[in-house]
């Protein structure tokens, strides 16, 4: 028979079958078995709710009543005081150390057992050699620690960055959804009130109508007692009364014509309504519209700006202006708002008329204003402008401008800016139900921007109609 190894073999008989770990206050159930108490407590119950199934022979037990096992609690902790210096298998003191299997062993597990032909050196050499490596396993445990902390900030942040986003996006929705709600209701009262005044139209006029008929009816119904009464009568009254009865019976008949089909007239709710809501209901979704107005120190010598800063137009004449001023352009007819932008978005439209040869969008900051511009995207230009009266144009990062094909001529541009999108669009905005998209620009802007716009040369009257910054008109009281 085979040696069995005797601590070991007391481990396992001290161990729970449930979680293989020595028994902590141990309780032994009537068909024998002992587990610990907290795990035969989370065993499934048997249908009555106090009965639970032995898990090693399913035998019944009644948990509640069972008690600590003293005996076996005290053998649990007299086998943890026991020294941890000698080997398992053989009872033979662990003096020696398996470089390979990085294991301290006895000297039988060195020269007869698994770890024979390994590289062993003595268990105080291995111990005074460890010690030395202590420090620097130390620092290299910190550093562990140290970059696990930093990926865990990492991963915290993004976590955070995660939720902002998403709490951002779910504001969006409900802003955006709680716009077109507005609008849909908005809508649905001003059709319903065109219906309710059609309704009322319609009725107020075949209820008159009505009572015209009624009135008809009864003159009818007074003759033919008439009629009745008169066959008996002489034949002078007899005639006197049939003719006036015959007249008057004609004169009604002429009176009251067929009555025609009365028309309702009410918006057909067709694929083209459908569209026409969509574009009104796009529209409405753009932010409101920035109050722009046009900054004078910024504006080239030759441009004029009126008063309420709303209006520019470029003249033959030089204003008496300072060109050293580095916010102002020196060369090139343009000039740029008050207001500034740097997060969020925005909206504004300009009105360019008729006017031949313009360009408008965003400049940076940053952007040069001296000199001939290069307006491009690299410069911290993003425009869109038009030439000729007819040639539409965004001037993108090709040296040459890429020309728009449109099918109409704009009167009014609207300029919408988002930061969090990195966009800036570009619509004919003249129909105010109705935004055309024109272009777009895709860019992460960083950094403050402004409105831009370039009123251009007059070009000897031939381009000297203004731009102007829309503003809607009050609405009445």
């Known amino acids: 028979m085979s040696k069995k190894p005797l601590i070991q ?38 249908e009555d709710g106090k009965s639970t199934g032995c898990p090693t022979c399913q035998a019944i037990t009644k948990v509640e009543q069972l008690c600590i096992n003293q005996q076996m609690e005290h053998l649990v902790e007299s086998f943890r005081q026991v020294p941890r210096d000698h080997c398992e298998e053989h009872l033979d003191p662990l003096s020696v150390y398996c470089e390979q299997d990085r294991q301290v062993i006895c000297g039988v597990c060195a020269s007869l057992g698994k770890h024979k032909g390994h590289n062993i050196i003595t268990a105080a050499e291995a111990h005074q050699r460890m010690k030395k490596q202590l420090p620097q396993q130390q620092v290299q445990l910190q550093e ?14 993004q976590i955070a960055e ?16 709680g716009v077109m709600r507005a609008f849909l209701g908005a809508l649905e009262a001003s059709l319903g009130r065109e219906a309710e005044r059609v309704q009322q139209q319609a009725t107020d006029a075949l209820q008159n109508e009505s009572k015209t008929m009624n009135r008809y009816l009864d003159q009818l119904r007074q003759m033919e007692v008439v009629l009745r009464e008169v066959q008996d009568e002489p034949q002078t009254e007899f005639l006197r009364k049939y003719c006036m009865v015959a007249s008057r019976l004609q004169k009604i008949l002429g009176e009251s014509p067929p009555i025609a089909r009365m028309d309702i007239q009410l918006p057909i709710i ?13 529209r409405a979704l753009m932010p409101a519209l920035e109050n722009l107005t046009f900054d004078p120190d910024t504006a080239q010598a030759n441009l004029v700006v009126n008063e309420n800063g709303k209006r520019v137009e470029c003249v033959d004449h030089k204003q008496a202006v300072s060109t050293d001023d580095p916010q102002r352009f020196d060369k ?9 932008f740097s997060q969020g978005e925005h909206y504004w439209e300009v009105i360019v008329s008729d006017k031949p040869r313009w360009a408008l969008g965003l400049i940076s ?15 911290g230009f993003w425009l869109v402008g038009c030439k000729e009266g007819k040639t539409y144009e965004a001037h993108v990062e090709h040296k040459d401008p890429q020309s728009l094909k449109l099918e109409g001529k704009p009167s009014r541009i609207g300029v919408y800016l988002s930061f969090d999108d990195g966009i800036l669009a570009f619509y004919d905005a003249s129909d105010e139900d109705n935004l055309v998209p024109m272009f777009a620009f895709h860019e992460r802007f960083t950094g403050t921007v402004y409105p831009f716009f370039d009123v251009c040369w007059h070009d000897k009257g031939k381009n000297s109609q203004p731009l102007v910054i829309y503003t809607p008109e009050p609405e009445g009281p």
Do not use: Y
């Not at 020595?22 to 048997?46: I, M, N, W």
């Not at 990926?151 to 915290?156: K, R, V």
């Open 9 to 46: 073999g007391m481990h396992q008989d001290l161990s729970c079958p449930i979680c293989l770990k020595l028994f902590q206050s141990p309780v032994t159930a009537e068909c024998g078995h002992t587990f610990c108490q907290d795990c035969l407590s989370k065993v499934p119950k048997e």
């Open 144 to 157: 562990a620690q140290v970059r696990k902390e930093k990926t865990i900030a990492l991963l915290n942040r």
């Open 162 to 177: 995660v939720e902002e986003t998403v709490s951002r996006f779910k504001h969006q929705v409900s802003e955006q959804l």
């Open 270 to 282: 067709s694929d083209e309504f459908k569209f026409q809501v969509w574009r009104k209901m796009f």
């Open 332 to 340: 090139s007819n343009c000039l740029v708002s008050h207001q500034s």
């Open 365 to 379: 900051a940053e952007a040069g204003r001296k000199g001939r511009l290069h307006a491009t995207p690299s410069n």
